[in-house]
């Protein structure tokens, strides 16, 4: 079994800091991606930023140059550095990884998810 335990969350305030982080443990033989979004009341869970195995990232243009995805791979390990949030970035952040298990079956992993309140 796989599993992705996010941590956090809080509430900051506009223009402030904030690091997520998303743990992968269980018996992973390799990650291709590991990712990071987020779904605010009603509306669509939408990507925020994502890092391969090779550490390419791509992020939504919304968060580009405030946020920064980054990887410790011997951890297994995704953080998610958000600088300068705004109240638009309140939403629930989840983790997802895309990864091999160690009996080599490949599948896609959420985490349970961690609030982001943004607000003065």
């Known amino acids: 079994q796989v599993q992705l335990v996010e941590s956090g969350g809080d509430l900051v305030q506009p223009g402030g800091s904030l690091r997520l982080s998303c743990a992968a443990s269980g018996r992973i033989f390799s990650v291709y991606t590991m990712a990071w979004y987020r779904q605010a009341p009603g509306k669509q869970r939408e990507l925020v930023a994502a890092?391969?195995?090779?550490?390419?990232?791509n992020y939504a243009d919304s968060v580009k140059g405030r946020f920064t995805i980054s990887k410790d791979n011997a951890k297994n390990t995704v953080y998610l550095q958000m600088n300068s949030p705004k109240p638009e970035d309140t939403a629930v952040y989840y983790c997802?990884?895309?990864?091999?298990?160690?009996?080599?079956?490949?599948?896609?992993?959420w985490g349970q998810g961690t609030q982001v309140t943004v607000s003065s």
């Open positions: 997802n990884a895309d990864l091999l298990t160690s009996n080599f079956y490949r599948n896609e992993y």
């Open positions: 890092v391969t195995g090779g550490g390419s990232t």
